[in-house]
């Protein structure tokens, strides 16, 4: 770790706590700063508060006081999550008190080179496609930031021969100074996070401050299937190198089936261990990532050929009397619903849909539906999804659960069949997130397999 001097006997605010925010405040101590926490959890209910209190760290919990900030603070390191309309957030600007987020402090003291990788879609995906490739290429690559290694605590131990692979959300992008990756991927742009970015203009600009540190030396990794993108390409010191699954580009693209990079090809698109459009758009991205740092064609083949996928995310369960089990619970809107649809042939495809939506019909899901086995329908969403199945001709059951979903899909499977969980919904109607509908969904799954 690098013993940055900075931080050294300055006033430090940490907003916010959850991991990141521990991470960070650690960090600081370490680093020689003055660490005051805020976080809103009552102290009683406050594990992690206590445990910093412990480790002599101030804390002040239950409230956000904005006479704190008349304290001389140097610095706050805020949550990602808490937007910059935040009364505290806003008088710390207005008092010119640079806010960070903990990415910031993780570059900063890292002595490991940082591949960054941002996007709409599939950044977890692709996140851990590179870190297994890199890792099963000879490389030491160590997983960090959004995908929930906080960041600033994995950079602490990282030395010089490791590479952080880390992934980036706009929140954390948009607090950062020196942030420096020599590697960048930004899967693609898509109009999401608006309501706290105000416009999609500026969740635009936050994703695009991965680079804005680079140069020529360093490299970044666009999705050119977008328009957006090629513009942007325009419009950095970094070296490009584009990826395509509709054209062939000076990079990663597909051609007659084939995954190629710069005129050779590296494998066969139906090899990949995850089906799906998208995820050959990820494998692209991880080919491009694995080819600039050295690993060789056979290891990038044996890699994306076993690959998963991410818990949660188009997860491959295993299969019960030759019904394959997917676990993509992590859909929580049309699009993503969509992009799982698009690597199965639905004439054998049970899907379970349903949950929390915006009260918004699906018709833009109805040509992705039709054809399908049958749908399993659950949640407050059902009668609006039910009009969907309804339009594309497909029948349906009803379901009180995720469990009693995945038994009704495999009274209704036949050999050859997928059951997949894509709920094109959010979970809190049943579920406190959709990692909690996930888990269900995977135990019914070995509920079934045991029985």
Known sequence: MKQVKKFENKKVLVLGLARSGQAAARLLAKLGAIVTVNDGKPFDENPSAQALLEEGIKVICGSHPLELLDEEFAYMVKNPGIPYTNPMVVRALE????????????????????????????????????????????????LSGNIGYPASEVAQSAVTADTLVMELSSFQLMGTEDFHPHLAVITNLMPTHIDYHGSFENYVEAKWNIQKNMTADDVIILNFNQKLAEDLAAQTKATVVPFS?????????????????????????????????????????????????????????ETLAHFGGVKHRLQYLGEV?????YNDSKS?????????????????????????????????????????KKMIILGESAPRVKRAADKAKVS???????????????????????????????????????????????AAFEAIKGE
């Open 332 to 372: 929580t809107n049309i699009l993503a619903t969509q992009k799982a649809l698009s690597g199965f042939d639905n004439k054998k495809v049970i899907l379970i849909a349903g949950g929390l939506d915006r009260g918004n019909e699906f018709d833009d899901l109805v040509p992705d539906l039709a054809g399908l």
């Open 245 to 301: 699954t509709e054209k062939k580009v000076d990079g990663a693209y597909l051609e007659d089936g084939m995954l190629c990079f710069k005129g050779q090809a590296v494998m066969k698109a139906d090899e990949l261990g995850v089906p799906g459009s998208h995820n050959v758009e990820n494998a692209l991205a991880a080919i491009a990532v694995a080819k600039l740092s050295g690993v060789s064609d056979e290891a990038i083949r």
């Open 396 to 442: 349906y059951l009803d379901a009180r659960d995720v469990a009693e979903a995945a038994k009704l899909a495999f009274e209704n499977a036949e050999s050859g069949d997928v059951i997949l969980l894509s709920p094109a919904n959010a979970s809190w109607d049943m579920y406190k997130n959709f990692e909690v509908r996930g888990d269900e969904f995977i």
């Open 321 to 325: 009397n030759d019904v394959k089990f």
């Open 95 to 142: 008092k010119n008190i640079p806010v960070i987020t903990e990415v910031e402090l993780a570059y900063l003291v890292s002595e490991a080179p940082i591949i960054g990788i941002t996007g709409s879609n599939g950044k977890t995906t692709t996140t851990t496609m590179i870190a297994e490739v890199l890792n099963h290429g000879g490389h030491s690559a160590l």
